[in-house]
């Protein structure tokens, strides 16, 4: 099985098929996106929620209002999600230098590269991936806990992040994607969006047992 028959596999089964359903971060495309690559590093979506909500019912989910509130305060708004004095300390450095680099969000969607997310202090290959491809809608494959748990129980080892990202990209490739999706800048969002519903939906491994097939 290579990346393109996984794909076609988990749309068969149903899983985000239709292109015009929402990619599967919430709020994609938006400054939110940003903020949550780096809250939910080291703890779970729902407490990583309950601080977004948080920073929504202060208005704080913009670029500029988020570098101008006091870290201490933003803290105190983001302590569900676990490390509070150091997410708050990146949180509010990541904005500063995006408004220094690159004036506004915009401005930073269409221009940030890979290699200046991970110049910046607390962001990796994970948070940058997901940034670029959730938050800047690039085609850019995620490589998480999800897309390992399904490739490791087809077998497959590999012995880096890049290593297996390049798995999904080779697959993924020329003909084969058009006309798959409206947007094809999408298409790896939407393939990790299908990765994660299947891995949360399967929890006894029964349709993987399909899948398999």
Known sequence: MNSFELLSALREL??????????????????EVVVGAILTQQTKWSNVEISLSNLKSRSLLTLHTLANIGEY?????????????QKASRLKKLAYNII?????????KQNVNREWLLAQKGIGLESADAILCYACLKPVMVIDSYTNRLLSS???????????????????????VCGLYDNENTLFA?????????CK?????????????
């Not at 149903?14 to 400054?31: A, R």
């Not at 305060?73 to 004095?85: A, C, D, P, R, V």
């Not at 006894?204 to 097939?213: I, P, S, T, V």
């Open 190 to 198: 939407r393939f990790h969006g299908k990765i994660v519903e299947f």
């Open 201 to 213: 939906d399967d929890a006894k491994g029964q349709k993987l047992k399909a899948l398999m097939l």
């Open 14 to 31: 149903g899983y985000l098929k239709e292109s015009c359903e929402k990619l599967w971060w919430p709020n994609s495309g938006s400054f």
């Open 100 to 108: 220094k680099e690159f004036s506004d969000f915009e401005t930073f």
């Open 73 to 85: 305060e933003l803290s105190l708004l983001i302590e569900k999600s676990g490390f509070k004095t």
């Open 154 to 176: 087809f077998g497959y080892e590999f012995g880096s992040y890049e290593e297996m990202q390049e798995w999904f990209y080779d697959g993924i490739s020329g003909d084969k």
